[in-house]
């Protein structure tokens, strides 16, 4: 498979940006098949975006909207439109999006639409490619049910995405396939053929604060109680921010830690965004999944950990391609908004991190989310189970 990387920062006139983006493509030679995934801000005209890439480019297009992106030739991108094509004469690629999804509906969406998109393939997937929106109240999808929804309809294979973000509005996020966009819905990308992913999952969190509860009731991504008290009632009586209903922004850079039960005694421990305080139950919404039973604890998320952790990160798949036996030309990434934050005002420090050292060849294309799904890997039995998780950096090379 080989994949150039696109970027333009016009998004006020799309012809301009449209031309930019084909005036890049030049000398890149399309294969049988193939796909672009793109990334752009929420204030872009996407409808007219795509009618305009469409006229020159005869596959599907996937992506969604982002707080900023990265790219190997121009590193951290605060605005614009980045495009990664991927093209090959030995893998297939199908795509599909759902419509809008709520806990009723989105397993039977989620499969439904999955069974589609894989009967336009000639053989299995080897991968699943996704992004969705995320959950912002009670009446929305975890993210952990939408992965678990894909993990479910693929029988286990690798499913590596994100959820979309945007300028911290938590309203302007959507997602793309062809001509539809979608802000509650998740679009797929499934993968056939010449192809062997492999993922990176890094955690950000070194260190954790006094505070430790049991979560004695929960319900999908809601804490009603924590020890003997409501959710609401502890944050108040640990000192913690509880006046506010919004509160995604307050705790961004304190996540809330829990472990999620895998089955035969094995489990993960994963970081969670706490979303939204309902006053009148008592709860807390985050955008993952809570499991009765747990231990909640608190992570504390500082600059050195993030850069500690995006090295760890690239040097691991830097190892690999500099492999004699090395296969992969193409590097998808993911970082947590709440990485971003961290950084404060080096705001480039991940991509530097990488910048230099690409090797010759390699393309790379990356998003800030409010939240990463791909596999993790347990601590005691070193499996790997397809999850969302937050603060995290996690690459995808294929």
Request: charged residues 25%; contains cysteine; aromatic residues 10%.
């Amino acid at each position: 498979m080989r994949s150039v990387v696109l970027y333009t920062e016009e998004i006020d006139d799309l012809n301009e940006a449209a031309e930019d983006l084909f005036a890049q493509t030049e000398g890149f030679e399309i294969a049988r098949n193939s796909i672009a995934v793109l990334y752009t801000e929420e204030d872009t005209d996407y409808p007219e975006l795509y009618r305009l890439l469409s006229e020159k480019w005869k596959f599907p297009i996937i992506g969604c909207t982002a707080m900023a992106m990265l790219t190997g030739r121009d590193g951290y991108c605060s605005m614009g439109i980045s495009v990664m094509i991927l093209t090959s004469d030995t893998c297939e690629f199908s795509v599909g999006i759902t419509g809008s999804l709520d806990a009723d509906n989105y397993k039977e969406l989620i499969d439904a639409e999955y069974k589609r998109v894989k009967s336009d393939l000639s053989s299995d997937p080897k991968l699943i490619l996704s992004y969705a929106g995320m959950v912002t109240d009670e009446k929305g999808v975890p993210g952990d049910d939408l992965v678990n929804a894909l993990n479910a309809a693929g029988g286990g294979i690798p499913v590596y995405g994100a959820t979309a973000s945007d300028g911290f509005s938590f309203s302007g996020f959507r997602v793309f396939c062809n001509d539809v966009q979608i802000r509650d819905g998740l679009v797929m990308a499934l993968i056939a053929g010449d192809i062997n992913p492999k993922m990176i999952c890094v955690n950000s969190i070194e260190n954790k604060a006094s505070f430790s509860y049991v979560i004695t009731e929960s319900k999908s991504n809601l804490v009603y109680r924590l020890g003997n008290g409501t959710f609401l009632e502890t944050l108040k009586k640990e000192g913690m921010e509880a006046d506010k209903t919004e509160v995604l922004g307050d705790y961004i850079l304190s996540p809330f830690m829990v472990t999620v039960d895998q089955g035969g005694g094995d489990s993960v421990e994963v970081a969670r965004n706490l979303s939204v305080l309902n006053h009148e139950t008592g709860t807390g919404s985050f955008l993952g999944v809570m499991p009765e039973g747990s231990i909640l604890s608190i992570g504390l998320l500082n600059r050195s950990d993030v850069q500690a952790s995006v090295d760890k990160a690239f040097d691991e798949i830097f190892k690999e391609l500099e492999s004699p036996q090395n296969t992969y030309h193409t590097l998808l990434c993911t970082s947590c908004v709440a990485r971003f934050l961290a950084l404060a005002s080096n705001t480039a420090a991940e991509a530097e991190t990488y910048k230099d050292r690409l090797p010759d060849g390699v393309q790379l294309m990356g998003l800030y989310a409010y939240g990463e799904y791909c596999p993790v890997r347990s601590d005691k039995s070193g499996r790997e189970y397809n999850m969302f998780h937050n603060f995290t950096f996690t690459i995808l090379a294929i």
